[in-house]
């Protein structure tokens, strides 16, 4: 069963203006972690934020803050003030206590565009 | 060194040949993870080891796909009689301390095009 779902296959967003990348995810483990990486045309994979399952605010990296809603198992990335730069490949990525915190489980990626 | 390592870059091979891809983690990581990603979309598992010793092979098409990582040695990942459908970016990881639950460094990946 899919564990990481993100719908959004492709979007379109105007410089400086604010997109939200969305992920939903599902696991009966209370103690999880919740990633989003970047992988830019280039195909490197760059690590973006980080939540904790047990944390309690939002957590925030630069440009990047990520909408975490435990009830509905959603984290959503949210990227304020979009540059040309930030045109790529994001993955919502998850990985669980009861998988002794090993592997990732990915989503199938949102590609977004950002134009000038 | 500061930074996951891969080579090659790219490796094409002929359809039933084999491919060897290697993998060095960043010093004073423990845990390695390979992934294959397809066409840009979905990373798929394939295994992890702890030090030299495998800890997740749920992923691994044990048929044809092996693994090691033995001391003072890049981390290998081999592929016996490739077939088209194993063409693909192979992504190795590595991370600190797997219990902290923090993130996994990825290394640049390998292309591998099987014709």
């Known amino acids: 069963a899919q564990k990481i779902t993100q719908t959004q296959p492709g979007m379109f967003v105007q410089e400086k203006e604010a997109v939200t990348l969305d992920c939903t995810y599902d696991?009966?483990?209370?103690?999880?972690?919740l990633f989003w990486y970047k992988q830019p045309s280039s195909g490197e994979m760059i690590f973006l934020i980080y939540?904790?399952?047990?944390?309690?605010q939002n957590a925030t990296e630069g440009r990047y803050s990520l909408n975490f809603q435990k009830a509905r198992k959603s984290a959503n990335l949210v990227i304020s003030a979009s540059q040309l730069g930030d045109s790529a490949m994001y993955f919502c990525a998850m990985r669980e206590a009861t998988d002794s915190w090993g592997k990732f489980q990915f989503g199938a990626g949102t590609q977004v565009v950002v134009t000038p | 060194g500061e930074e996951v390592a891969q080579t090659p870059k790219h490796l094409v091979r002929g359809e039933g040949q084999k491919a060897k891809l290697y993998c060095a983690p960043i010093?004073?990581?423990?845990?390695v993870f390979w992934y294959q990603q397809v066409l840009k979309n979905e990373f798929k598992f394939l295994i992890s080891f702890q030090n030299e010793n495998v800890f997740d092979e749920t992923g691994m098409p044990k048929e044809r796909f092996s693994a090691k990582c033995l001391p003072n040695s890049p981390c290998s990942l081999e592929i016996q009689a490739t077939k088209l459908e194993d063409s693909a970016v192979y992504f190795c990881?590595?991370?600190?301390?797997?219990?902290?639950?923090?993130?996994?460094?990825f290394g640049p990946g390998t292309r591998l095009t099987v014709t």
């Open positions: 939540q904790g399952s047990y944390d309690e």
């Open positions: 990881a590595s991370s600190q301390n797997a219990r902290t639950g923090r993130e996994q460094y």
């Open positions: 010093k004073g990581h423990s845990y």
């Open positions: 696991t009966s483990d209370q103690s999880y972690g």
